[in-house]
């Protein structure tokens, strides 16, 4: 079975146009909450870790990038 | 997770200490437990529930330890409840052990203690807890997957009922983890928010446009003014040496020459003098702006001055210099009102600074007075710490000085007046004098010098006109440089934050962008999960239905059982029994799911192999369901554990579970009636074997 079949194509085009790797994005949110989840028993400050993830990815000045290897 | 054995303590009717072992056996992987209404099944299922998680579904839950370990306790005295399952997971043993201390206190029973240990061996063999155990248990079974695994068999036909699909839709998101993606996707909704608020912060204000133009305009004003000023000066300098050519016509010519020497001499003389008159000026600035507030505090001196005389004429020993008391108290609250004092330390309630000040009172005066008599002055207590003295020095001085500088500062500003006085008095007769050589030239008999003082006279007011439009561009300079780089600092600050708007706008549509993946991939998902999951239940249900009918899960997660031969896919309207199974087969097929998304890398739920352990599998079924039950009960999961009444248990039920029961368990109730002994109620387990040689079952349990 597989884990999440939706994951490996749409939400990958669709913020490529932001120059961030949407599908690691997605998974890092998903796998934020639920480690979240697990260690403190919810989701607090996920919000703010996924900001700050989308504030690396999206700079004001051309900086370097996580490598985006959903590219293969 | 696998089940190998529970101890039970001292919990509901179970008295001391009993244990059972459950099978673990693949052939046979049933474990019954025989009682009767009463006999603690049910309460054996909770103690399970209450271990692993501190939950306890009995009526009067905190009535748990049991009766005859209560009646036993005196006062003060300590008696326990425990509950400990042994069970393995993933190749690892664990423990878990949950337990209560209570206390008797007079009549009352008091919980004075609760723990949850869960033990495992580690890869060395030696015996390790995890650091957190409520949450390690958890992460093995979610607490709110239990209900799925851990059930009253009576009550599940729930589930197929409409009621049953929030607990269907539920189970379903747990186990697969949608549950996790939904709160992701509010996550990234919260995400959006704060680049929402971010952008709206800096989108406030930054109109570059209108900034733009302002500058714009700005810019022109300055060049203007700065091409006039350029004119102006170009004309000056012109005006300048054609006055200066007239001069030297006049200095040459004979009938001019004295008076235009006379002339010169005057305006060197009339520059000195307004140079003099700017010093002066400068002078007198200064002294007012150093030495003007004498003026102002001459009086107060005064006052205190007298006030200290006053003092000293009044008598009671005291003389010229010693301050009154009254001016002590008014000094000592206003330091306290101000908060500081004059020493500089800040006077907060209850601070040593504050209690200094407050208790400086007419005593300490009165110590103070006679040690200063003494000529130790300044040893005594006083405000701050020891400062006293030397601040009363300082006063002294000040106010003996400033009646002393007032009349200096009066003096020097009357003379400084004075002679800036005199200097425009000179310099009024310098340019009358000045005149008067005009006039005397206008008056001369010459043509040419008249001409000439004519020509000066025109470019002297040329000249004064073009000062006065310089000094008009200067200051119109000045304020188009202030308006521009007042603007252009806007400007700047406008653009930084469009440029800052701008990147918080487009992480904005980032994490929108997210959330809209998110919700897709939760669509997908839940879409692949439905039918993973139906697929599951049409595999269970075959273990269980009457030939040609099919359960599935319907778009509306409603648990639905239609006819294969409906070609109009309608409900086969279910009876209690047929809901039972249905929800049966609903909780195997999450079973199932749970053993094979187990060697996934699943985000939340890690998956495995859960046993079935449920209290009255059979109690509303009819033969013909109970057969169907018994059957299908022990492919339901790896390890199913049924406890059962002895009716439920004979019959069908005991010929279709016969070869697949691994262990027996009977649960003796001790009562007044069956043992006029037995002064509590209690229960015990007894293991209570198959009978040997196979499927043979005995007449007494529905045998032949």
Not at chain 2, 173 to 198: M, P
Not at chain 2, 307 to 329: S, V
Not at chain 2, 483 to 499: L, S, V
Request: glycine share 8%; proline share 3%; aromatic share 8%.
């Amino acid at each position: 079975m597989n884990e999440y079949p939706m994951a490996d194509q749409a939400p990958r085009d669709a913020l490529k146009a932001y120059g961030a790797p949407t599908y690691e994005l997605a998974r890092f949110s998903v796998l934020e909450v639920a480690r979240h989840l697990k260690e403190y028993g919810g989701e607090r400050g996920v919000p703010n870790l996924i900001a700050k993830k989308i504030r690396d990815l999206i700079r004001e000045e051309p900086g370097p990038r996580a490598p985006d290897t959903d590219d293969e | 997770m696998t089940l190998h054995d529970l101890t039970i303590h001292n919990f509901r009717q179970y008295y001391g200490s009993q244990r059972l072992v459950f099978s673990k056996s693949a052939s046979r992987n049933v474990t019954i437990i025989l009682g009767e209404n009463g006999e603690g099944k049910t309460a054996l299922l909770n103690a399970i529930k209450w271990c692993f998680y501190g939950v306890n579904d009995l009526p009067f839950p905190e009535r748990s330890l049991n009766e005859r370990a209560e009646a036993e306790l005196v006062d003060g005295g300590q008696a326990k409840i425990s509950v400990a399952i042994t069970f393995e997971d993933r190749q690892c043993v664990y423990t878990a052990i949950r337990e209560e201390l209570f206390r008797k206190s007079g009549k009352a029973l008091i919980r004075v203690e609760h723990k949850f240990y869960l033990r495992y061996l580690d890869e060395a063999g030696a015996e390790n807890e995890p650091f957190n155990a409520e949450y390690a248990i958890r992460s093995i079974l979610p607490e709110n997957m239990h209900a799925y695994f851990f059930f009253d068999g009576e009550r599940i036909d729930a589930l197929s009922k409409k009621e049953g699909t929030e607990g269907i839709k539920s189970a379903i998101k747990i186990i697969l983890g949608l549950e996790v993606i939904e709160r992701a996707i509010g996550c990234a909704g919260d995400a959006c928010e704060l680049f929402r608020k971010e952008f709206s912060d800096r989108n406030r204000n930054a109109d570059t446009a209108r900034l733009f133009q302002f500058l714009e305009q700005d810019r022109k004003l300055l060049a203007n003014a700065l091409e006039r000023k350029e004119t102006l000066d170009g004309a000056h300098l012109a005006l300048t040496a054609q006055k200066e050519a007239v001069y030297q016509e006049l200095k040459i010519n004979e009938g001019a020459k004295e008076l235009q020497a006379h002339r010169e001499t005057l305006e060197a003389h009339i520059a000195a003098l307004t140079k003099s008159i700017g010093d002066a000026n400068a002078d007198l600035r200064e002294l007012i702006s150093k030495s003007a507030y004498t003026a102002f505090c001459g009086r107060l001196a005064e006052r205190f001055l007298s006030l200290t005389e006053k003092y000293e004429a009044d008598g009671a020993g005291a003389r010229a210099g010693d301050i009154p008391p009254h001016f002590y108290t008014a000094v000592r609250e206003c330091l306290i009102e101000r908060g500081q004092c004059i020493c500089g330390a800040a006077l907060h309630e209850g601070s040593p600074a504050y209690e200094a000040v407050k208790g400086f009172d007419a005593h300490a005066l009165g110590r103070d007075a006679e040690e200063r008599r003494g000529g130790r002055a300044g040893a005594g207590a006083g405000i701050g710490t020891g400062a006293e003295a030397s601040w009363r020095a300082h006063v002294f001085s000040a106010m003996d000085g400033a009646a002393r500088r007032k009349s200096a500062f009066l003096a020097r500003a009357e003379a400084l007046s004075l002679r800036k006085r005199q200097l425009i008095e000179t310099r009024g007769e310098a340019i009358e004098e000045l005149d008067a050589v005009a006039g005397k030239l206008d008056a001369q008999a010459s043509k040419n010098i008249r001409e000439l003082e004519a020509r000066r006279k025109k470019i002297e007011e040329e000249l004064n006109d073009t000062l006065k439009k310089q000094t008009y561009v200067e200051l119109d300079i000045r304020q188009a440089r202030e308006t521009f780089e007042k603007h252009e600092k806007e400007f700047d600050r406008a653009q930084a934050n469009n440029a800052k708007a701008e990147l918080a706008k487009k992480r904005l549509e980032a994490a929108q962008t997210l959330q809209k993946a998110l919700e897709g991939y939760l669509a997908d998902s839940t879409r692949v999960v439905h039918q993973t999951l139906n697929e599951s239940i049409t595999a269970v249900y075959g273990n269980f239905s009457k030939k040609g009918y099919f359960a599935f899960i319907d778009e509306n997660f409603r648990l639905t059982v239609v006819k294969t031969s409906d070609e109009a896919g309608r409900d086969v309207p279910m009876s209690q029994g047929e809901r039972q199974i249905a929800s049966l087969c609903f909780i195997g097929a999450l079973v199932k799911i749970a053993r094979e998304i187990v060697s996934k890398d699943q985000l939340f739920f890690h998956g495995g192999v859960f046993p079935i352990v449920m209290d009255s599998p059979f109690g509303a079924l009819d033969h013909d369901h109970k057969e169907r039950v018994g059957q299908g009960m022990p492919q339901l999961a790896e390890q199913v554990v049924l406890l059962i009444s002895r009716t439920q248990w004979a019959g069908e039920v005991a010929r279709t579970l016969a070869t697949r029961v691994g262990k027996r368990y009977k649960l003796v109730n001790h009562n007044a009636k069956n043992d006029p002994e037995a002064k509590y109620e209690y229960t015990e387990i007894v293991e209570y074997p198959m009978p040997e040689g196979g499927p043979h079952i005995p007449a007494s349990e529905g045998g032949a």
